[in-house]
């Protein structure tokens, strides 16, 4: 995954260069290969609940850096 060490980089450059942002990002990352529309699901519920499980909103939809593009099939 050379893409997302060049991405990591890139972005934690930006970050650090124009607003002090230091570190940007942990130094692993977790992938998955998404199987079915089921895992699908499940794992877009776990990324749109981050906020709630740090206790920044009730709800996912009240976080304004998150949301979806298309409705999602729930």
Known sequence: MKWVTAFKRS??????????????WQ??????????????TRVAEYILNNPVRKEIVENWEEYPFSGLVDPFPW
């Not at 972005?11 to 940007?24: E, N, V, W």
């Open 27 to 40: 130094e692993n990352f977790y992938d998955h290969v998404v199987r079915t529309d089921e895992s699908l």
């Open 11 to 24: 972005t934690s450059r930006s970050a650090a260069q124009f607003y002090g942002i230091k570190p940007l």
